[in-house]
């Protein structure tokens, strides 16, 4: 593989921390990555009040509340001249992470000091109109629309999967495309063992089959398909953990109590980083019931951890399993036929196929190939 000499990489992303998701958690792994090579990574992000930088170097913008109720900020598109002239004049490449007011940013500066612009392509937009109070088909366009025109206007794409690759291609997109799957430290999260304390302390009994969904909770995720089909396996002793928060979390909470489901599901909220390995290797099946992943990062994380998957029939979720786990219809007919199959514990010989799945999606193969991707797009005499 091509090597570069060290870089300045400029991150232009709109979502970022303290907000907890996919897309946070895959730009923190890549940037993680590329400064263990011994390359800098400058971040830049909207400012979100009250909230102190705890890792760096990032560089905060003035921003706006959403007229939405999402934890997501407006950018106001101002850095400092300092930052300008000693940060992003000298970045070897700019790479955005969302085609809005950031991306835009990372794009005009890209354009104007001459460096490469990558922008991945985390988010399918067009599933996640519910969130912008207009007509939600006029929004998908216009989303698939502003998809189209940035993704043009890059010198290359990167998306997790080839399903998204496929995906920007009916939408138009002509521009390079290059398939990097995001990141994760495998051991990490291969690191848990089985807690029959913690198992306890969740509710689950020494019988009952510990059904786990790390993410969050909101509408685009499905999480009353997983509630819906609990109900319909009374037979089995299931128990459903939700580990998670979101706008969808009171609305899930409700349906859990409607059908009287309150002692088979426990909703957890946010759960810290450091907790999740021991929460993956005490269960006994991870579920999925999303169609709108682009990746969908827990996936990879469940296989790493060697969980029985359970997951909704998409395009990425296929691709990201293999033959990893089960593959059903997003219906809760579907998903509760499924959770009479779940084995109480899995199997060594399937958890040990499900670690080496992941290892596809280690954070050192991430970032070999992302940092073959900016070698092939940095000036020639920079390549080594």
């Known amino acids: 593989m091509a090597t570069v000499d060290p870089l300045r990489v400029g991150f232009f992303t709109e979502v ?6 996919g897309v946070v958690a895959s730009v923190d792994a890549l940037a993680q990555g590329l400064r263990s090579r011994g390359h800098a990574v400058y971040c830049f992000a909207p400012r979100v009040p009250g909230y102190a930088e705890a890792d760096g170097p990032v560089f905060r913008m003035p921003s706006l509340p959403l007229p939405t109720r999402t934890p997501y900020r407006l950018t106001v598109p101002v850095v400092s001249r300092r930052n300008l002239n ?8 700019v790479h955005v992470h969302s085609p809005f007011i950031t991306g835009w940013m990372g794009l005009r500066y890209s354009r104007r000091f001459g460096m490469p612009l990558v922008y ?3 988010t399918q937009l067009e599933a996640y109109a519910h969130y912008v109070p207009f007509e939600p088909n006029a929004t998908r366009f216009a989303t698939a629309r502003l998809t189209r025109t940035f993704a043009n206007s890059s010198d290359a794409v990167v998306v997790p999967t080839n399903a998204m690759a496929r995906h920007l291609r009916q939408l138009g997109v002509r521009a390079r495309i290059e398939v990097v799957p995001s990141g994760i430290d495998v051991d990490f999260f291969g690191s848990g063992r089985r807690d029959p304390a913690l198992r ?7 019988g009952d089959a510990m059904l786990l969904y790390v993410g969050r909770v909101a509408k685009e ?11 319909l396996a009374p037979e089995r002793s299931l128990r459903l953990i939700v580990a998670g928060d979101g706008l969808a979390r009171e609305p899930a909470e409700h349906l859990t109590h409607r059908l009287g489901l309150e002692p088979r599901v426990r909703f957890l909220g946010a759960v810290p980083r450091a907790d999740l390995p021991a929460l993956y ?8 019931p999303s169609v709108t992943e ?7 994380e469940a296989m790493a951890a060697g969980l029985h998957i359970i997951a909704a029939d998409a395009p990425p979720n296929r691709e990201v399993l293999g033959a990893q786990g089960a593959i059903v219809g997003a219906t809760p007919d579907a998903f509760a036929s499924a959770f009479r199959r779940v084995p109480l514990a899995p199997l ?14 280690s954070q050192t193969r991430a970032t070999d190939r992302m940092l073959a991707l900016y070698a092939s797009l940095i000036r020639p005499a920079r390549v080594a």
Not at 16 to 21: I, L
Not at 86 to 93: D, M, Q, T
Not at 281 to 288: E, I, L, P, R, T
């Open 16 to 21: 970022y921390r303290p907000v907890v998701n």
């Open 86 to 93: 000693g940060v992003i004049k000298r970045l070897s490449v």
């Open 120 to 122: 991945t392509y985390h």
């Open 200 to 206: 306890r302390r969740l509710g689950v009994g020494d």
């Open 221 to 231: 995720k499905n999480i009353e398909v997983l509630i819906e089909a609990l109900a």
């Open 281 to 288: 290797a005490s269960a006994d099946a991870f579920v999925m």
């Open 294 to 300: 682009t990746q969908g990062l827990v996936l990879a």
């Open 348 to 361: 060594a010989s399937m958890a040990a196929a499900a670690r080496e799945a992941a290892e596809g999606f």
